[in-house]
Every structure is written in structure tokens, then in C-alpha cells.
């Protein structure tokens, strides 16, 4: 098995950056935004385009599951909790993934926190967040290009109840500063829409659901609920 | 047109969040020599408490709340300094902050923002707080709230540590402690001695208020 990283950048156009997953992630649930606030989303997808330069790779890597808990990826053990772990049985070996929307997108921000228009960085936020997520999909695309076998959902440290400590680890399994991405003492990553994770490959695993639809923890962010009102 | 007419529009105008509106109202209300006093109390803080029972109700959202506090900021911007005494109308004074080792601010300066258009004075002390900070903020301002903020599950735990820190200098009692960010709980808030945990921009000024109130 290949153990190099895969890096590259992900050209901005070719990500789909789902407005409703926006929308969502700005706390609309049911309905959509009123059209003022749907064109500054607009506005700041396209004044993003030029200058957002986000990265992805990932690195297969053996592993094996180990118990309900836990799976070891090169040795090393990752307890990814009750939630993660029965999703990851069947894996033969996995993938370690980071993506970043990249330094260009946080210096969008700080420009914008300087104007101090707090309407149009909440709005940025949720985008960048969004940005995030497609760079993971489009790192997903690679990674079935490359390995011939189904895949499970990707896990991240911090979610489904896999504490966020374990990034340290994961991120140990890729060279330093892969994609311009690091750690922080406290395991927050630098820019900060950035998405790490493992991602199983086996013959016989299957694509367990989405996360939320596996883990009862109320006070996640990223719940997902409720469906979007028909344009 | 009537005086009552024009006022009941700039609550409206409030609850819209129009900014340019709202200014230009309360101008207009000045020259026939409204008291300021009046439009803050009876109209505008009426449009801040609209649209915050809007969002409870799933109706308006934090876009919306935004634009209504940008519009209620403006308003005060021109009328604050009418003000025979601006302590009048302060609410309370509000010591914000994201803690040590976080670098979030997007969640906590929302919160700031609806307290500055709640009429609350807002100290802002931006990311990666530490306790020392925290508590020279609390004494330079004399602070009636402290609000910490925390995205991440490690350093969630450095709230406790604030905590600690204000019960050591003899502040605990003086200032009400309120805790926010995604990882959090009120069972958390209760666990580190926290006095309340809202999940909300909008729950957290109504719980400030209450608070203050008590």
C-alpha cells in the first residue's frame, strides 16, 4: 500500500458550496434567509472565488479495529468512542485527511473584522465553514480515485464524542504543517476552517449515516434538524 | 404626520434593523424636543425587545438580531451624549471574553453586540483571555457581569479556573458569571460555579437582565 501524502490544492470553482448548508449553518432550519441576507452570502461567495486558495490531503494508512471503543491506525490507538468505532469495524485501513480553506480565506476575515461589519463576518464564518466541508468531499473524490474499495463516513476528533485531544495524534501521522495546517496546545487547528479526520476502507464496510443520525449529543453545533422550505 | 406616528416607526424601524432610518427618525424626534430619554426607554429598547421575542419564537434570526443591534447602536450613538446622566441608562456593565487557549470570537462578539443594543456598557476583550485579564478588566470597570466564552472541549476547563480566580480576589460576589460556547451545558455552568449558561446571543442578554434584576 502507498504511504505517501497526497496533497493538492482544490481549485475554488470546482467546490460545491451548498447554500443551504449556509443557510444552516447561519440557524435557518426550516425557512431560508430573507433576499437581503441570501445576496450578502452571494456577495461574499463571490468576493471569496478569487482569493480563497484551499487545500486537502490525505495519507492511507493500516490500521485495525481493536473494540467497540477504539482502532489503532499505524500503532497508534485512537479512542473514537462508542459512537465512531462500530462504523469503523469492517475497516481494512484507513485514510487520514486534513483540509483547510486556507490562510487566504483567514485573511479575508481579518479584513472584515477590521471593517468590524459584524452582519457580513457572521455571514463569511458560516461560508468558510461550508468551504471546509466541500474540501473534504473533493479530498474524498481523490481518496475513492485512488483506493478501490468502499469507504465509511469521515470522523473527526471533537465529534461524536472522540475528544478533540486526539487531533494530536492524528495529526502526527502527517509531516508538519501539511496543507499550512497546525496544532494549537489546546488541539485547535490554525487557520481555523480547517477539517481533520480518518475516513475507513474496507471491502465490507458500509456507509454508516451521517453523524447526527448516530449520536444523541444535544449540545453539538453541527446538529443537524429540520429541512429547508422549497425555493 | 404625528409625532406618535413617527416614534411607533422607529421601534419598526428598529425591529427591521435599518440603521440609516432609525437615525434619521431619532433626528427628526430631537427637533421637536423629544426627551432622549423617552425614545430609548419607550421606543427603541420596545424594537431591541421585539425582535429578541421574534427569535424565541423561531421567527427572526441572528442576522436579523444583528441588524437590529447595529440600528439600536446608532440610535444610542446620537442620543447618549443628550444624556444628563449617561449611567442612567447603562443596564450594566458587561467584561467579555473568549478564554485562554481559544482563538473563537464570531459566537462571543455576537453576544456583545446584543448586549451593546440592549443597552449594556460592553467591555470586549477579545480572544485568548487569561483570568489575570479577566479580573483587571472586572476591577478597572467595575464590572456587574462577566461573560466567557469557549468552542473547544480543552479549553472549556480554563472557565473554572476564571471562576477560581474571582472567588481568590475577593470578586466572586460582586459579579455575576455567565458561560457560553457549543461544547457547553448549563450542567457545566453549575459544575464550575458559573451562575447561568445560555445558548444564545439573545438568551443571554434576557438572562443578564434577570440576572441584575435578582
Known amino acids: ?231 | 404626520m404625528t409625532h406618535t406616528m413617527d416614534l411607533n416607526e422607529l421601534t419598526e424601524a428598529i425591529v427591521a434593523g435599518k440603521l440609516e432610518a432609525s437615525q434619521e427618525m431619532v433626528r427628526e424626534a430631537l427637533k421637536v424636543r423629544t426627551d432622549p430619554q423617552v425614545l430609548i426607554n419607550e421606543y427603541l429598547t420596545k424594537g431591541m425587545e421585539e425582535i429578541g421575542k421574534r427569535f424565541e419564537a423561531g421567527k427572526a434570526f441572528v442576522p436579523n438580531l444583528l441588524m437590529s443591534a447595529r440600528a439600536m447602536k446608532g440610535a444610542l450613538e446620537i442620543l447618549k451624549p443628550l444624556l444628563v446622566d449617561e449611567k442612567q441608562t447603562t443596564v450594566g456593565t458587561v467584561v467579555i471574553g473568549t478564554v485562554k487557549g481559544d482563538l473563537h470570537d464570531i459566537g462571543k462578539n455576537l453576544v456583545a453586540s446584543m448586549f451593546e443594543g440592549r443597552g449594556f456598557k460592553v467591555i470586549n476583550l477579545g480572544i485568548d483571555v487569561s483570568s489575570d485579564k479577566f479580573i483587571a478588566a472586572i476591577r478597572e470597570n467595575q464590572a456587574d457581569i462577566l461573560c466567557l466564552s469557549a468552542l473547544l472541549t480543552t479549553t472549556m476547563n480554563y472557565m473554572k479556573e476564571v471562576v477560581v480566580a474571582l472567588e481568590e480576589t475577593g470578586l466572586r460576589e460582586r459579579v455575576k458569571v455567565m458561560v457560553g460556547g457549543a461544547p457547553l451545558s448549563d450542567g457545566f455552568a453549575r459544575r464550575i460555579g458559573a451562575d447561568a449558561y445560555t445558548s444564545n446571543a439573545n438568551a443571554a442578554v434576557e438572562r443578564a437582565r434577570r440576572l441584575l434584576q435578582k
Open chain 1, 1 to 231: 500500500m502507498k504511504q505517501e501524502v497526497h496533497t493538492d490544492r482544490i481549485p475554488f470553482d470546482t467546490l460545491f458550496i451548498d447554500r443551504q448548508e449556509i443557510y444552516r449553518a447561519l440557524g435557518y432550519r426550516s425557512v431560508l434567509p430573507e433576499r437581503a441576507f441570501r445576496c450578502m452570502v452571494e456577495e461574499v461567495c463571490q468576493e471569496l472565488a478569487p482569493l480563497c486558495k484551499p487545500q486537502g490531503a490525505f495519507r492511507m494508512c493500516k490500521g485495525v479495529w481493536l473494540d467497540s471503543e477504539s482502532v489503532a491506525i499505524e500503532e497508534q490507538v485512537f479512542h473514537v468512542g462508542k459512537i465512531i468505532a462500530p462504523c469503523l469495524e469492517k475497516a481494512e485501513c484507513f485514510a487520514v485527511f486534513v483540509v483547510t480553506a486556507g490562510a487566504e480565506y483567514e485573511g479575508y476575515m481579518e479584513e472584515l473584522n477590521l471593517k468590524g461589519d459584524l452582519l457580513k463576518v457572521f455571514m463569511a464564518d458560516a461560508v468558510g465553514s461550508v468551504i471546509a466541508e466541500a474540501c473534504v468531499n473533493e479530498v474524498i473524490r481523490k481518496m475513492e480515485a485512488a483506493v478501490p474499495m468502499k469507504h465509511t463516513y469521515p470522523y473527526s476528533p471533537g465529534y461524536c464524542g472522540w475528544n478533540v485531544k486526539e487531533q494530536a495524534l492524528l495529526f502526527a501521522l502527517l509531516p508538519e504543517k501539511t496543507c499550512g495546517v497546525s496544532l494549537t496546545d489546546s488541539c485547535l487547528m490554525l487557520p481555523i476552517k480547517s477539517v481533520s479526520g480518518i475516513i475507513g476502507f474496507g471491502k465490507q464496510v458500509e456507509g454508516s449515516p451521517y453523524g447526527c443520525a448516530i449520536c444523541n449529543s444535544k449540545n453539538c453545533y453541527k446538529r443537524r434538524s429540520g429541512s429547508f422550505d422549497s425555493v
